[in-house]
């Protein structure tokens, strides 16, 4: 069964005949179908999404018809609501994704091109079916901090409290130091 144009969508696209075509989807996910969308992604929010996510793909070719290359651009700008991980509080954040995908006809080309391939693109081989709202969703994935945390915070005071508590308490070394020295004075 091939699929006309009529019926190419974002999660079932021929992509290398969408790219030929001068393909363009911009589309807006309200926040109500992010959670069932991407849920991978949006899993690790503290609460649900309560912008919509904006992405644009767009699909470009060289000129040269004896070398085509086939691009794919790509932009989503996403918002999540994280747990800090110094303060554990809620930590908005904004993930902005720009990329570039060189789209080779294969998996065995693509695997060829990523080695010659410069940093600012990756290599993703043509799928019949591409699915281009997974391929958004990793790339936000790929956006996400490491460790999300406020750029200034103070630590929780429970934490505060146990460092306080810690240096009141008599250390057992500096017990030690203290026999050592007294029976070095005792000789």
């Not at 651009?73 to 995908?101: G, W």
């Not at 409290?161 to 050592?180: D, G, I, N, W």
């Amino acid at each position: 069964m091939s699929l006309q144009e009529s019926d190419w969508t974002p999660r079932s696209l021929p992509l290398l005949a969408w790219i030929e075509r001068g393909g363009v989807f911009e589309a807006k996910l309200d926040a109500e179908l992010l959670i069932d969308t991407m849920p991978r992604l949006y899993s690790l929010a503290l609460h649900p999404p309560r912008e919509a996510l904006r992405w644009r793909a767009c699909g470009l070719s060289d000129l040269d018809a004896a070398e085509r290359r086939h691009w794919l651009r790509l932009e989503a700008f996403a918002q999540l609501i994280l747990t800090c991980q110094r303060c554990m509080h809620p930590l908005s954040l904004d993930l902005e994704v720009k990329r570039r995908f060189l789209v080779a006809p294969n998996e065995a080309l693509a695997n060829k091109l990523e080695d010659s391939a410069q940093d600012d693109y990756d290599v993703i081989a043509h799928d019949k079916q591409f699915d281009l709202l997974a391929l958004i969703e990793d790339e936000l994935l790929l956006a996400l901090p490491i460790v999300p945390k406020h750029l200034q915070c103070e630590p929780p005071v429970m934490a505060q409290t146990e460092a306080s508590q810690a240096s009141t308490r008599q250390r057992p070394f500096a017990v030690l130091s203290t026999l050592k020295r007294s029976k070095e004075n005792g000789r």
